[in-house]
């Protein structure tokens, strides 16, 4: 039995064959439309809107003319891709920067009306300044208008003046 055993392992065996495959057909993603965006444009497209809609490159059209149409261009080229801020259509008018917290992002922007908290005067206080000798020169003093001035020094004794 061992014999037999030893023989069988012994005995030249047919050596194993590999099979190859063809591997079966990626598919491939559908082609963008073809667009005019250069590659440097495609990694800043701020930088790109910047560039084509300068005054001297546009030339008579009016700015959101030339925004439009650049951001149309982008769209194309960059997909779902582009920023939230060149949107051609549905775009709010003013977007201000926004802090990291937009998913990390330090270039994060928040678009919409801005909140603005009110002043407490509409117009500057009015001040009156002084010039004031000093050692070296002078510097000037100033109070708001209708302060009460101090007139030197004072001591309040027992509560009065």
């Given at each position: 039995m061992l014999a037999a055993f030893a023989l069988l392992l012994l005995?030249?065996?047919?050596?194993?064959?590999?099979?190859?495959?063809?591997?079966?057909?990626?598919?491939?993603?559908?082609?963008?439309p073809a667009h005019n965006v250069p590659e440097w444009g495609l990694a800043d497209p701020f930088g790109y809107e910047r560039a084509?809609?300068?005054?001297?490159l546009r030339g008579a059209r009016s700015l959101?003319?030339?925004?439009?149409?650049?951001?149309?261009?982008?769209?194309?080229?960059?997909?779902?891709?582009?920023?939230?801020?060149?949107?051609?259509?549905?775009?709010a008018g003013d977007c201000q920067m926004a802090q990291a917290a937009q998913g990390g992002s330090s270039y994060g922007l928040q678009c919409g009306p801005q909140s603005r908290a009110p002043t407490d005067s509409p117009r500057p206080k009015e001040v009156d300044c002084r010039?004031?000798?000093?050692?070296?020169?002078?510097?000037?003093?100033?109070?708001?208008?209708?302060?009460?001035e101090d007139k030197g020094l004072t001591l309040k004794l027992w509560g009065n003046d």
């Open positions: 005995a030249p065996q047919a050596a194993p064959t590999v099979v190859w495959e063809a591997p079966p057909a990626a598919e491939a993603p559908p082609p963008r084509r809609c300068s005054p001297q959101e003319v030339c925004q439009a149409e650049v951001r149309a261009q982008l769209a194309l080229a960059l997909g779902p891709d582009l920023p939230d801020a060149l949107r051609p259509e549905g775009m010039p004031r000798p000093e050692r070296g020169g002078f510097s000037s003093e100033c109070r708001p208008v209708g302060t009460t």
